[in-house]
């Protein structure tokens, strides 16, 4: 098992946490899921324990090595009340929802079709 500093962190990295990469040939942003990769953050496994965060890391890089993904690494999260999984920090936010500069246009909105806003607070 992996050594964390605090028994909430793994790799320095605040639990609960998501594993997000960029898809290998489209260059989207995905998200870790119990059955591969998805572009919907909803979708995704959170890992809420340290062996649960070492194993969706060691399945991350193993879609790395198999080419389905670049540089997937883990996302620090705050699991809504409606188990959205919402990145905690800015630039992670950005990334689950798609550019900013056309909230109307891209996934963006199509989350908000499903009930998320597509503003990100800082």
């Known amino acids: 098992m992996a050594k964390a500093a605090a028994a909430d962190k793994y790799k320095g990295i605040q639990l609960p946490a998501v ?7 489209s260059g989207d942003v995905v998200f870790l899921t ?19 965060a070492e194993a969706l890391d060691a399945r991350g890089h193993e879609a790395l090595r198999a080419n389905l993904v670049v540089e ?5 999260v705050r699991v809504e009340p409606d188990g959205y999984p919402q ?36």
């Open 19 to 25: 594993v997000s990469a960029n898809h290998l040939l």
């Open 34 to 52: 119990k059955s591969g990769w998805s572009p919907d953050p909803a979708q995704a496994q959170v890992a809420t324990d340290l062996e649960a």
């Open 72 to 76: 997937p690494y883990l996302v620090a």
């Open 87 to 122: 990145a905690t920090h800015f630039r992670e936010a950005i990334r689950q929802k798609g550019p900013s500069t056309h909230p109307d246009l891209g996934k963006q909105a199509e989350f908000r079709a499903h009930g998320k806003d597509s503003n990100v607070s800082v």
